[in-house]
């Protein structure tokens, strides 16, 4: 029943397109040159680098000087946490205050939980039971000594998508600089950076089909932004070094075929979502996490805004451990990961439970088991049927194992 290889962990990183993979053999056979040298080979890859801003830039309405290329998504971040730190003079580290959510990304979080080591006042904004921060205890919270609001646009974990249109208005009206980690979200459903009004936005190429180590950080005025590298005039002095022509070609490439294909891609992903909840809602011992089915049948593809990513289903199985789900679903063939694909030890090496799930408070019994399933472009109906005879057999498994162990 189970001779299938089915890839259902797009959350974590997706396979490069034949596109992108043939645009960057061309990058690394002929058109190796440095950008910065001046002759032709340095022209070429110019051009190269000159093609894929573009690509970036329009797939969220931005203008090519506001895009930085990094090393990815983990870099965007980390630029723009320190990048502002280092931008007020004025207030000392211990007067400086950055607000936050509990829900962020471990490249926010952890910068975060640094500074705030290190004297910072960092706030931590609560979400609901859904993934939702509340604005109105954004509000209370912006102080006149807040730089900076960081906060997650598409979770990673339980797929719930904030309203940024909202949350940027709130900063704007208090003056204070407003950045988001869209790495799940770009290239997935519209976003453009003009109407949604954030001052910084991060992005990822290896979730949208494109190769690992390059990303990329929207920077609306490069006069908000200080370097944390230091060496080279490349990417506006913010990000010196030698650019990745290969990587940000590939990146460039799969955003520019992603864009085009996102209304097609959201209306497949959410009807495969759709069945996999449905399904999911009657098997035994689970429970799904994040945004509810009820919402997410709400949007239909062409909305302009949307509650959860298309395609993302994430949910908690009573008493056991993720880890043996996901070995178990691999011994079936299908690749999911228990919720993120980053996530934090103890001491003792043993996983923590994911501080998402604590956050939207999912019962105890329930918060270990965690499974995260985040379907692509290339998933089928067919695949749905496969994930859910699996996931049954496989709780029932794990739970008559459990039967077994004397107390
Ligand atoms: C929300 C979010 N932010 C940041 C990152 C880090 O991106 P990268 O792997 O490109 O460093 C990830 C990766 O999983 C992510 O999901």
Redesign the pocket.
């Known amino acids: 029943m189970f001779n299938k290889s089915i890839y259902a962990d797009c959350?974590?990183?997706t396979k490069p397109r034949p596109e992108v993979i043939e645009a960057m053999m061309k990058i690394l056979k002929d058109d190796f040159g440095n950008p910065s040298s001046l002759h032709r080979f340095g022209r070429a890859a110019k051009n190269h680098l000159n093609e894929a801003r573009e690509n970036i830039s329009s797939a969220i309405s931005a203008n090519e000087e506001q895009i930085i290329f990094t090393?990815?998504?983990?870099?965007?971040?980390n630029l723009v946490i320190f990048g502002v730190s280092r931008l007020i003079k004025e207030l000392s580290d211990k007067e400086k205050h950055i607000i936050t959510t509990k829900i962020?990304?471990?490249?926010?979080k952890e910068p975060l939980e640094y500074l705030e080591k290190n004297g910072w006042k960092v706030s931590w904004l609560n979400v609901d039971n859904e993934g939702f921060i509340n604005l109105d205890e954004l509000k209370r919270t912006i102080t006149a000594k807040t730089l900076l609001v960081s906060i997650?646009?598409?979770?990673?974990e339980i797929g719930t998508i904030q309203n940024l249109k909202k949350i940027s208005e709130v900063c704007k009206e208090k003056n204070v600089l407003f950045h988001t980690?869209?790495?799940?979200s770009f290239c997935k459903i519209p976003i453009d950076v003009k109407e949604l009004g954030a001052d910084f936005m991060?992005m990822?190429?290896?979730?949208i089909y494109g190769p690992?180590?390059?990303?990329a950080l929207y920077v609306k005025d490069l006069q908000n932004l200080k370097p944390i590298l230091i060496g080279g005039s490349q990417e506006a002095k913010l990000r010196p070094g030698t650019e990745n022509i290969s990587g940000v070609v590939g990146f460039g490439v799969a955003a520019k075929l992603l864009q085009k294909e996102m209304s097609d891609n959201a209306k497949h992903l959410r009807e495969l979502q759709i069945l996999l909840m449905e399904r999911l809602l009657k098997t035994n011992n689970v429970i799904l996490t994040g945004v509810g089915l009820d919402k997410v049948q709400e949007n239909i593809p062409n909305e302009r805004y949307f509650y959860r990513i298309p395609g993302h289903v994430s949910l908690c199985v009573k008493d056991v451990e993720g880890e043996s789900l996901v070995l178990q679903m691999d011994l079936k063939g299908i690749a999911v990961s228990s919720g993120?694909?980053?996530k934090e030890k103890n001491k003792n090496a043993l996983i923590k439970p994911s501080h998402v799930l604590e956050a939207i408070n999912i019962p105890q019994e329930y918060i270990k088991g965690s499974l995260r399933i985040t379907l692509g472009r290339e998933n089928t109906k067919e695949d749905i049927d496969f994930i859910t005879q699996a996931l049954e057999a496989t709780v029932q498994n794990l739970n008559k194992g459990k039967e077994k162990i004397p107390i």
């Open positions: 959350s974590a990183t090393s990815g998504g983990t870099e965007s971040d962020e990304h471990s490249a926010i997650i646009h598409a979770n990673n980690d869209a790495v799940q991060s990822s190429s290896h979730k690992k180590g390059v990303g993120s694909a980053c």
